[in-house]
T-cell receptor, first 116, second 110 residues
Framework: DSGVTQTPKHLITATGQRVTLRCSPRSGDLSVYWYQQSLDQGLQFLIQYYNGEERAKGNILERFSAQQFPDLHSELNLSSLELGDSALYFC???????????????FGEGSRLTVL | EDQVTQSPEALRLQEGESSSLNCSYTVSGLRGLFWYRQDPGKGPEFLFTLYSAGEEKEKERLKATLTKKESFLHITAPKPEDSATYLCAVRPGGSYIPTFGRGTSLIVHP
């Protein structure tokens, strides 16, 4: 158990719809990362937040957005969903408030999104 | 552009048959090379961090080594429970965003 919690575990929705994925980082971690994993693309970095502020953006579509709240949990919003958005979405956390940032990421179990 | 290439894509071993997985990388100012294990339908699980050429880390049947251009994950006398996808990632200098390889899918037959 990594200590990172993601909900929901599974989500089935239709094209054009909007969904929200939720992530609670490990206790004490300040940074949250979102990754998308599909069979043909591997793990693709989407976006990173640190202590409530956006720090880095990767290959995140304009239809996707995220935020990190004061209690450090994060949400990834996916809108105008397309078939190609079907994938596993992972949240990872790092940067413990009490320790050195060694770069390791601790991943949640993921949210599997299926768009029909 | 940072690149991570893992080989082979898939590997089948008999229980007890030792082998190595390769991770070749191109990165600006390596700040860390990471190995993760991922079971089907689960999130990647952190295994090792290597920072400089010549460094080695061990954990049970796994040993990770690092050179200036690649890293190897050696699996000694593997067991069926070692079956998983092994992911390599590199963190470039000036960034906290690791770039992941596509992984090696390992199956160990009893």
């Amino acid at each position: 158990d990594s200590g990172v919690t993601q909900t929901p575990k599974h989500l089935i929705t239709a094209t054009g719809q909007r969904v929200t994925l939720r992530c609670s980082p490990r206790s004490g971690d300040l940074s949250v990362y979102w990754y998308q994993q599909s069979l043909d693309q591997g793990l693709q970095f989407l976006i990173q937040y640190y202590n409530g502020e956006e720090r880095a953006k990767g290959n995140i579509l304009e239809r996707f957005s995220a935020q990190q709240f004061p209690d450090l949990h994060s949400e990834l919003n996916l809108s105008s969903l397309e078939l190609g958005d079907s994938a596993l979405y992972f949240c990872a956390s790092s940067v413990p408030i009490t320790g050195r940032n060694t770069g390791e990421l601790f991943f949640g179990e993921g949210s599997r999104l299926t768009v029909l | 552009e940072d690149q991570v290439t893992q080989s082979p894509e898939a590997l089948r071993l008999q229980e007890g048959e030792s082998s190595s997985l390769n991770c070749s990388y191109t990165v600006s100012g390596l700040r860390g090379l990471f190995w993760y294990r991922q079971d089907p339908g689960k999130g990647p699980e952190f295994l090792f961090t290597l920072y400089s050429a010549g460094e080695e880390k061990e954990k049970e049947r796994l040993k990770a080594t690092l050179t200036k251009k690649e890293s190897f994950l050696h699996i000694t006398a593997p067991k069926p429970e070692d079956s998983a996808t092994y992911l390599c990632a590199v963190r470039p200098g000036g960034s906290y965003i690791p770039t992941f390889g596509r992984g090696t899918s390992l199956i160990v037959h009893p």
